[in-house]
């Protein structure tokens, strides 16, 4: 026991008497009491409500990080209180909140409960002497980092239990592949999913195409990757355009977290031959959901001459990700709305794009010459280019007429070309109708995926469900691709 703690106490308890007052033993005791035991005050709730009474002090009471149980309860008395009579109190309490320790005191006397099976026991009634003499294995017992390990092992223990019981659902019902998979993103481990481990199969990469700027391509990239890997697919993202969207959409800041920081970018990928994709990708974590991104810089714009000059520039991204075909499942690049040279470097990088239109008649009256830019790179290569359909952003959902009128429209385009390209509109319950959470949440000061909505302190309840009202559909956009990929593959 260290002389530290002995005078630290000693003058602690000096500062009551036995004329002292309950407020004055809080004070004066236990919150000198709780930071010697590694609390800081944001730790502790005072006067906690429990029922229709208040208790003193709630120790480390659940948050939305640690939703456990609060780990200690106290219950000051002034000390001319017998506190034989209130260990009914302490008790009650503990009940009421399934704390795991009690503490009842009046600044003299020390009884400490263990809270087990809810029924509190008293394991100690200690004096102050006894108090200072036993400070070491008190404080072991009370303190903060005594609680966390305590804490680490419970989220443990939990996470295997709940893999465990998905195990035994998933056999239940019989589908063991879609529980599995939901299983694998929630474990702390990363496993390699065993359906992916045997297919082996290549990444998909996809160009999100539409040369009309403003048609919800960069937010469709932005969802419908989280929702893939929020289905179990490894995504990638490129962001190719100079306006950099996707990439301050997902919270990176061209200039702040890359420039400044010395860090590489999309120009560094497509002119330097040193660059590495692996040096250029950014990690980000939302929850469950991981995107690895590939940042782009307004520096792209000046580069067109330069990446004229590059020998065989139209090929260098393909070249560059041809090694990480197993990494991913899922490559998804965001070209500018122009005609470019990264358009063209986008397109012979991709075996497949993916057309997303807003329902109104500008975007779809270009899309006919989206579709056969896409045809015209489709026929000009070696292998070809799928063209996996045409998804809907950013429509009303309350007008009803337009949308016949536009999406038959589209139909119309469609049946005009070429039948053995398959081009279909995506199905209604895939379409991303128009709400004004999607377009803040890419806002710089939010700047997430929207299923990060829910985690968000700053949002309604109403701005939440609309969050995941919109996400919802991204998921279905998702599945629907999967599927359409899936059908592609084996034709
Ligand atoms: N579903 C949606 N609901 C509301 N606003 C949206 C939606 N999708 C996109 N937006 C907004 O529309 C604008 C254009 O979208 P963006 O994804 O940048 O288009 P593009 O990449 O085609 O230029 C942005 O301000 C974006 O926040
Ligand atoms: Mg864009």
């Not at 009551?16 to 709780?34: A, F, G, R, T, Y």
């Not at 929702?227 to 990638?236: D, E, N, P, Q, W």
């Not at 000059?309 to 197993?326: A, G, I, Q």
């Amino acid at each position: 026991m260290s002389a530290d703690y002995t005078s630290n106490l000693q003058s602690i308890f000096n500062n009551i008497s036995p004329e002292s007052s309950e407020s004055d033993v809080e004070k004066k005791v236990i919150v000198p009491l709780l930071q010697m035991l590694g609390y800081s005050p944001k730790d502790w709730e005072p006067q906690a409500v429990v029922g229709k009474s208040k208790l003193d002090f709630l120790v480390l009471s659940p948050t939305s990080e640690i939703p456990y149980a609060p780990y200690l309860v106290i219950e000051v008395k002034a000390p001319s209180k017998n506190l034989a009579q209130n260990i009914w109190q302490i008790n009650d309490y503990m009940r009421k909140t399934v704390a795991f320790i009690g503490l009842l005191t009046n600044g003299y006397e020390f009884r400490i409960i263990y809270n087990y099976q809810l029924k509190p026991k008293e394991i100690l009634n200690y004096s102050q002497k006894d108090f200072i003499d036993n400070f070491d294995s008190l404080n072991k017992l009370l303190s903060k980092p005594t609680f966390l390990t305590i804490y680490k092992t419970i989220y443990q223990n939990e996470q295997s239990f709940r893999s465990k019981f998905l195990e035994q659902i998933s056999k239940l019902f019989k589908d063991e592949k879609t529980i599995t998979n939901v299983n694998e993103k929630s474990s702390t481990e990363k496993i390699i999913p065993p359906a992916i481990e045997k297919e082996k199969e290549k990444s998909m990469i996809i160009t999100i195409f539409n040369n009309k700027g403003g048609v919800g391509k960069t937010t469709t990239t932005i969802n419908l990757a989280a929702a893939l890997s929020k289905l179990g697919k490894r995504v990638l993202l490129i962001d190719i355009d100079a306006q950099a969207n996707l990439t301050t959409g997902l919270g990176i800041d061209p200039l702040e977290d890359i420039e400044d920081q010395g860090k590489k970018d999309i120009t560094d990928l497509l002119l330097d031959p040193r660059t590495k994709l692996e040096d250029v990708v950014i990690h980000k974590q939302w929850d469950d959901v991981e995107l690895d991104i590939v940042p782009s810089h307004i520096r792209l714009s000046d580069m067109e001459a330069a990446l004229i000059m590059t020998p065989d520039v139209d090929r260098v991204l393909s070249k560059k990700l041809r090694r990480y075909n197993e990494k991913y499942d899922y490559v998804l690049i965001d070209p500018p709305p122009s005609f470019g040279k990264a358009n063209t470097i986008s397109l012979m990088a991709s075996s497949a794009v993916f057309i997303p239109t807003q329902l109104t008649p500008y975007p779809v009256r270009a899309l006919e010459y989206v579709i056969n830019r896409a045809i015209a790179v489709d026929e000009s290569r070696d292998d070809s280019l799928h063209i996996l359909g045409i998804a809907v952003s950013m429509y009303e959902r309350s007008a009803s007429k337009n949308i016949t009128t536009m999406s038959q429209k589209i139909l119309e385009i469609i049946a005009k070309k070429d039948e053995s390209k398959d081009l279909e509109l995506f199905p209604r319950h895939t379409w991303i109708p128009r709400l004004t959470i999607v377009a803040n949440a890419s806002d710089t000061d939010k700047a997430y995926p929207l299923c990060y909505a829910e985690f968000d302190k700053s949002l309604s309840s109403k701005e939440k469900e609309s969050a995941q009202d919109a996400f919802n559909c991204y998921i279905e956009l998702g599945k629907y691709l999967i599927s359409a990929v899936d059908k592609k593959r084996s034709k």
